[in-house]
């Protein structure tokens, strides 16, 4: 919906998948929902909205790997996708 001019849709869309993912308490979806938020609101200029998501979805990683045993949560935290969300700016 972003790549199509429909922006306030997408973002509304990735609103709903953040809340769905919270409510089925999946912890990866809870990030990843909240990296793909963070991304589309900053392709729009939301600034202030994409760090508030990227912040949600960096501190659900470090959660989820705390909660792992030393040989997995270095798995997880190099995993391409996890080293990209923890970016600064991401």
Not at 32 to 44: E, F, P
Not at 52 to 80: K, M, N, V, Y
């Amino acid at each position: 919906m972003l790549a199509t001019g429909r922006a306030d849709d997408g973002i509304d869309e990735l609103r709903t998948a953040v809340g769905i993912a919270d409510e089925r308490g999946s912890p990866f979806g809870r990030w990843q929902s909240r990296v793909a938020l963070g991304t589309a609101l900053y392709s729009t200029g939301d600034d202030d909205g994409a760090a508030a998501a990227r912040g949600d979805a960096s501190h659900l990683i470090r959660t989820i790997a705390a909660s792992l045993s030393p040989d997995h949560q270095t798995t997880f935290l190099t995993a391409p996708a996890v080293e990209e969300a923890l970016k600064p700016g991401g």
